[in-house]
């Protein structure tokens, strides 16, 4: 899938602007600040491609890639806006548990965790809106070069306890450092099974 053309299709506000679902998707999440543009970018080969849309005023949209003809690629704003104003943050909390639980093509979340700091109680915010959505998810650790093996080792750890409470999380754990190009391509090849 990804040898085709990636291309940013549209930044959503709203359930009526989203793509037809003719084909499956799967969408990114995490703290502002965990690597998920980075990620995005690093799996697609476009840099800047989704720091493009990641301008503010852009962060409380539903980014939609495509990534060939095959799948969509979903990024979600990240979550743990502080600052943002009360009314703002729960319309985009309405979008999002409305985008969780009614679209029919979004097969898999994947939800990034800073592997330094391993699962934070606003991560797990997210994980039981996803549990309540039903929608399957799986934990991908980014910035893994920042620690040594063993330090890394105690997060895994810490993550794999955590994701216990969460029967509808795959239990393997996609380990990723977008600066190192490490876990790229057999998130790829996890992406491009999905169907
Ligand atoms: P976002 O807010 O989740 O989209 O995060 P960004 O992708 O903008 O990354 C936040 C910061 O972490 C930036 O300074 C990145 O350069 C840095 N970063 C992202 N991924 C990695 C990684 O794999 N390794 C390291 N060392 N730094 C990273």
């Excluded at 998810?137 to 890394?152: I, S």
């Amino acid at each position: 899938m990804f040898a085709g053309e990636t291309e940013f299709v549209k930044g959503v506000v709203a359930m009526d602007g989203l793509p037809d679902p003719d084909r499956p998707e799967v969408c990114f999440a995490g703290r502002s600040n965990v690597g998920k543009s980075s990620l995005i970018n690093a799996l697609t080969g476009r840099k800047g491609l989704a720091r493009a849309s990641n301008t503010p005023g852009r962060t409380q949209e539903i980014n939609y890639f495509t990534v060939g003809e095959s799948h969509y690629l979903v990024d979600l704003p990240g979550y743990g806006y502080a600052n943002a104003p009360l009314a703002v943050v729960e319309k985009w909390q309405r979008l999002l548990k409305n985008y969780l639980r009614g679209r029919v093509t979004l097969r898999r979340a994947f939800v990034l965790v800073d592997a330094r700091h391993g699962i934070k109680p606003v991560d797990e915010e997210i994980m039981s809106l996803l549990a309540s959505a039903a929608v399957t998810f799986q934990c991908v650790m980014t910035k893994t070069d920042k620690l040594k093996k063993g330090e890394l080792d105690k997060v895994l750890e810490q993550v794999r306890g955590k994701l216990q409470q969460f029967p509808s999380a795959y239990p393997e754990l996609v380990l990723t450092s977008s600066e190192k190009g490490d876990g790229i391509e057999t998130l790829r090849a996890i992406i491009a099974g999905i169907d």
